[in-house]
């Protein structure tokens, strides 16, 4: 992999330009079309073909190799930005006061790019990769909107792969794993009904709400060491209260809100957990004479890779950096990643590749207003991309 190492190394000025220039006009979910013309201008350059609007904002550039062959990959990166303002102070912040992209999708994005160009300069493999420049990841539903519009329809893929950063990993380093690697990300909301009253006066006269979500509270911290296999995961957090009013302190609220988040592997986990939430809110609701109301929402699903897919992973990031550099067995994640829906239609697999971390060991997280990708490793990762298409459709040695 060295030849083609050396070779998109070419590109580093280029795609350096490019991934800063992305996070300097940071755009949201559905909203990427300044990124989404970048994208598409800058495959046409290189000769690749191109679909646009796929899902609303989507990109998908394909090129097809010369030599025979019916099989057919994709590849994925997320375009989209968040709603963090953005504190780096770096020459290349963001421009868009409230948006940035924390998360790396800008690097993802250019590592795609990378390979794309290097892929379309050397064409000897058989068979066809897509390129999936996918919006909206970060809750919008991006993923659903482009099979919606058809994705793997259009594209028919037999395989999908997708590739993260992960802050705190050398530079250089990989990790995937056989089986679940992100959870299923679902939200729940509960409104807790009572009469309220004067919380001075008649407080015996009402039905407390504020009472039942006391006990509530409580409750759900139950569920999963109570309910929940030890050797299964599962999370249970409350993100939102609200109730009342501070300048009433007086007045007993007739309504309470409550929502959270709920993160799971196994399906029949994610079953449980709908099931215990609603139980709970009605059961603490009855005992004080009140009523809930209750809704679960699934988001994302869980990302299980494929075993299959995870060997062509591990060979493509050993034949680029040694076995010794790639961690089989990267330790599986509570966040979420709508990915999942397209590994539900079709195998595959999802890799991290190193962001880096400082000689004090210290780095920024995703999601946090100092975070910037590393872009020292963006022909890293495009090359990883070129490797796994060198290992499903046996791309030739030319460089």
Not at 41 to 62: F, I
Not at 68 to 84: K, N, Y
Not at 237 to 255: C, K, Q
């Amino acid at each position: 992999m060295q030849d083609v190492v050396t070779r998109i190394r070419e590109y580093h000025p280029e795609l350096t330009a490019i991934r800063r220039d992305i996070h300097a006009h940071p755009e949201l979910g559905l909203e990427e079309r300044r990124t989404a013309a970048l994208v598409a201008a800058k495959l046409r350059e290189w000769g690749v073909e191109v679909a646009d609007g796929v899902g609303v904002t989507g990109v998908v550039g394909t090129v097809r190799g010369t030599r025979p062959g019916q099989r057919a990959i994709g590849l994925r990166a997320d375009m989209d930005a968040l709603a963090i303002h953005e504190e780096t102070g770096l020459p290349h912040a963001s421009t868009t006061p409230g948006v940035m992209h924390a998360c790396g999708h800008d690097g993802h994005t250019t590592m795609l790019l990378g390979a794309a160009r290097y892929l379309a300069e050397n064409r000897d493999f058989a068979g066809t990769v897509h390129l999936i420049f996918q919006p909206a990841e970060e809750g919008r539903g991006g993923a659903k909107a482009m099979i919606a519009d058809g994705l793997f329809d259009r594209f028919p893929c037999d395989a999908v792969y997708g590739l993260h950063n992960s802050p705190g990993m050398p530079v250089g380093r990989f990790g995937t794993r056989h089986g679940a690697m992100m959870a299923a990300a679902d939200s729940w909301y509960v409104t807790f009904r009572g009469t309220g009253g004067h919380g001075g006066s008649t407080p015996h006269l009402a039905t407390d709400a504020t009472v039942v979500l006391g006990h509530f509270l409580l409750a759900l911290q139950t569920i999963v060491p109570r309910n929940v296999a030890a050797s299964e995961m599962a999370v249970v957090s409350v993100g939102h209260v609200a109730g009342g009013s501070p300048i009433s302190p007086n007045v007993m609220p007739a309504e309470i809100a409550v929502a959270g988040t709920a993160r799971s592997y196994a399906p029949a986990v994610r079953d449980l957990l709908e099931r215990r939430l609603g139980e709970l809110a009605a059961a603490m609701a009855a005992a004080q004479g009140c009523t809930a109301e209750f809704r679960y929402h699934r988001g994302v699903p869980a990302v299980i890779n494929a075993d299959e897919q995870v060997g062509v992973e591990l060979a493509a990031a050993a034949s680029l950096v040694g076995e010794a550099q790639v961690d089989p067995d990267v330790r599986p994640s509570t966040g979420g990643e709508d990915f999942s829906e397209m590994m539900n239609r079709v195998p595959g697999a999802f890799m991290r590749i190193g962001n880096g971390v400082g000689p004090d060991g210290r780095f920024h997280g995703l999601h946090t207003p100092l975070y910037d990708f590393n872009d020292e490793i963006l022909p890293l990762g495009a090359a990883y991309w070129v490797s796994l298409v060198r290992q499903e459709l046996g791309l030739g040695q030319q460089g």
